[in-house]
Each structure stands twice: as structure tokens, then as C-alpha cells.
């Protein structure tokens, strides 16, 4: 994909000089690019630009102020800080699965399942001796 290019007339103003960047920036490149690239003299002048920036920026040795320090580990605290958090996290999470898990034990010691109760009545049939069934006194093979 194309490169956008920076400020005019700085940076990558020219897509056939990205060649150049990428040499610059460690990337893998084609060698017959780089030497199109080099042949033109604006090239050459890019490829110096580009070492120029290069080496400004390993050179940038800034270092965060005091403030901004101790900001950042009141946010983010020491390291004993965090491993106590961890550890502290680590807890309740065992905590919240044993609590499930004793829930779970719990609700089925307390209510048999589905299977071991009678049905919920529709309706309801009534049988009167004598009217609805007749006593058998001998039973028949």
C-alpha cells in the first residue's frame, strides 16, 4: 500500500524514496529499488535525510520528569503493590467458584431433581367402591 508522505518536501515526499526508509528502518528491500533509488540525486538527498533522523532519534535520551514518575506509581503502585492485588484477586476468584459450587450442592441436596417428583395434576379422578370399581374376591390366573 501506498505510504502517506509527512510534511511537504520532508519525510516521504516521494513514494519511489520508501525504498529508502525501509533500508533505513531495518525492513527487507529489494536491491534493484534501492539503486533505482539512488540513481536519482533527490534520492540520494533522501536516503541522507533519512539517516539524519535516524540518528536524531537514537540519539533522544529524554527521560520522564520526577512528577510524571510518581504519578505513574501511584497509578500503577511498586511491585509488592501488585502482587498483592493479584494475590488478593486470586482469592476471590477461588472464593467465588467455591461459593458457586457450594450453591450448586446446596440447591440439589435441597430439591429433588425433575425426575424423582410426581407430575403436576391436570385434573382430578375420583373412583367410588361400588359405583366406579367392584371388589374382587378371588383373583384369576
Known amino acids: 500500500?501506498?505510504?502517506?508522505?509527512?510534511?511537504k518536501g520532508i519525510g516521504m515526499s516521494h513514494e519511489r524514496f520508501a525504498v529508502l526508509s525501509d533500508l533505513i528502518d531495518?525492513?527487507?528491500?529489494?536491491?534493484?529499488?534501492?539503486?533505482?533509488?539512488?540513481?536519482d540525486p533527490a534520492g540520494v538527498d533522501q536516503l541522507v535525510e533519512f539517516t539524519r533522523l535516524r540518528s536524531e532519534l537514537l540519539r533522544d535520551d529524554a527521560e520522564?520528569?520526577?512528577?510524571?514518575?510518581?504519578r505513574i506509581r501511584r497509578l500503577v503502585g511498586?511491585?509488592?503493590?501488585?502482587?498483592q492485588r493479584a494475590r488478593?484477586?486470586?482469592?476471590a476468584a477461588v472464593l467465588a467458584v467455591a461459593l458457586f459450587w457450594a450453591g450448586g450442592l446446596l440447591g440439589r441436596v435441597r430439591s429433588k431433581p425433575d425426575r424423582e417428583?410426581?407430575?403436576?395434576?391436570?385434573?382430578v379422578v375420583r373412583f367410588e367402591p361400588g359405583v366406579d370399581w367392584h371388589p374382587v374376591s378371588e383373583v384369576k390366573p
Open 26 to 39: 531495518g525492513q527487507p528491500v529489494d536491491p534493484a529499488a534501492v539503486q533505482q533509488a539512488l540513481n
Open 117 to 123: 417428583r410426581p407430575p403436576i395434576p391436570t385434573r
Open 78 to 83: 511498586t511491585d509488592a503493590v501488585r502482587r
Open 1 to 7: 500500500p501506498p505510504r502517506p508522505s509527512t510534511e
Open 64 to 70: 520522564p520528569s520526577n512528577e510524571t514518575e510518581a
Open 88 to 91: 488478593m484477586f486470586a482469592v
